[in-house]
C-alpha cells in the first residue's frame, strides 16, 4: 500500500501511524505527491485508491484556539455505509463521499480529526481551568458537541478499513488482545481504629444524621470486629483477591498514602501497623501493590 502525502508534515505522519499502522497493523509507504495537492491519497496494490481530503490546518499547522472549530459536521450513515454507528463526527472537513468501484474520495478529514482527538492540542490553548487547574470537560469541542462518549478515533480507523476492504486491499488487519485488570483506590484500609472511630461514628449517626438505626448497628459491627467475631468492614482484601484468582487475574491495589489535606483524614501512611499487615497478605498471594497521591503533600 502506498500513500502519498502533499508534503512533509510531522502532524499528518503521526495520524497516518496510528490509524493504519497502530490500530489497524496495516504496511505501507509514504511517498510525496509530484504535484500540490491538498489530499493524501492511498494507492492498493490493485490500483484502487483512497483520497482523502486535507483541511487547511493539516497543511500548516498552528496551535491557537481560533483554530479549534467552533461547530462539526456529521457523516450520515445513510451516506456512509462503511460506518456501523448511525452518525460519526467530521471535527475538520465536509460530510461529503463520492464513491465507485475503483475510487473512494472522503473529503471528511479524519487524519486531522484524530490528530485533534489524540493530542488534546485543545487543552493547551484554552485557559479554561477548574479548581484544581484541570481542563473541564464542558470546554472540549466534543463535550460542546455531545460526542464524548464515542471513541471518535477507532471510529475513524473502523471506516477506513472497510473501506479499504470495499477496494480490494490484500492485506489483514491486526487483531488486539485485551486483558482486564482489576484495580482497587484503598482510601481508608479500616473502619474502626479504635474507640475514637466509634465515638465519631455514632457521633454522626445519632447528632448529624439522626438515624438510631444505623447507631445501633454501627456499635454491633464496632463490638463484633473488636471481639474478632467478623472482619471490619473494610477489610475486603481477601475477598477481592479470592474473586481475581478464581478468574486467573492479578489485583492491583493502589494506596492512599496520606497527606496534610483535610481530606487525607483517613489515609495511613506504608508504616502503620495496619497497613504493614495488609501489604504483606497482598504480596504473599502475588497481587500488585501501587500508591496513589495525596491531594496535598506533608510538606506543601
Not at 65 to 91: A, G, H, R, T
Not at 143 to 169: C, H, Q, T
Not at 193 to 200: D, E, P
Not at 246 to 254: D, K, L, N, T, V
Amino acid at each position: 500500500m502506498k500513500i502519498v502525502v502533499p508534503k512533509v508534515i510531522p502532524e499528518l505522519n503521526y495520524a497516518i501511524y496510528i490509524l493504519f499502522e497502530h490500530i489497524l497493523g496495516l504496511s505501507y509507504q509514504i511517498e510525496l505527491s509530484e504535484s500540490q495537492s491538498n489530499s493524501v491519497k492511498i494507492y492498493l496494490l490493485n490500483g484502487n485508491e483512497l483520497e482523502i481530503t486535507l483541511d487547511s490546518w493539516m497543511l500548516n499547522p498552528s496551535y491557537n484556539k481560533d483554530f479549534i472549530p467552533q461547530k462539526i459536521n456529521v457523516l450520515d450513515k445513510k451516506l456512509n455505509p462503511f460506518s456501523s454507528s448511525n452518525e460519526v463526527p467530521v471535527i475538520f472537513g465536509s460530510s461529503k463521499l463520492l464513491i465507485s468501484d475503483k475510487k473512494i474520495k472522503l473529503h471528511a478529514d479524519f487524519l486531522t480529526s484524530s490528530f485533534f482527538m489524540l493530542t488534546r492540542w485543545e487543552e493547551s490553548v484554552l485557559s479554561n481551568r477548574d479548581s484544581y487547574g484541570r481542563f473541564p470537560l464542558y470546554s472540549a469541542l466534543s463535550f460542546r458537541e455531545s460526542f464524548y462518549r464515542l471513541p471518535v478515533v477507532d471510529e475513524y480507523a473502523e471506516i477506513l478499513w472497510n473501506m479499504l476492504k470495499f477496494l480490494g486491499i490484500n492485506q489483514e488487519r491486526k487483531t488486539w488482545h485485551f486483558r482486564f485488570i482489576p484495580t482497587h483506590d484503598i482510601d481508608n484500609p479500616r473502619k474502626w481504629r479504635g474507640l475514637h472511630t466509634l465515638l465519631r461514628t455514632l457521633g454522626g449517626d445519632l447528632i448529624k444524621r439522626r438515624r438510631f438505626g444505623s447507631a445501633r448497628r454501627s456499635w454491633t459491627s464496632f463490638w463484633r470486629t473488636w471481639n474478632g467475631k467478623e472482619n471490619d468492614p473494610y477489610d475486603t482484601f481477601d475477598y477481592l483477591m479470592d474473586c481475581s484468582e478464581r478468574y486467573g487475574w492479578q489485583s492491583h491495589f493502589f494506596f492512599h498514602c496520606g497527606g496534610s489535606h483535610p481530606l487525607d483524614r483517613e489515609a495511613l501512611p506504608p508504616s502503620h501497623p495496619i497497613v504493614r499487615q495488609i501489604l504483606g497478605k497482598i504480596d504473599a498471594r502475588g497481587h500488585s501493590i501501587g500508591f496513589h497521591p495525596s491531594l496535598r503533600g506533608p510538606h506543601e
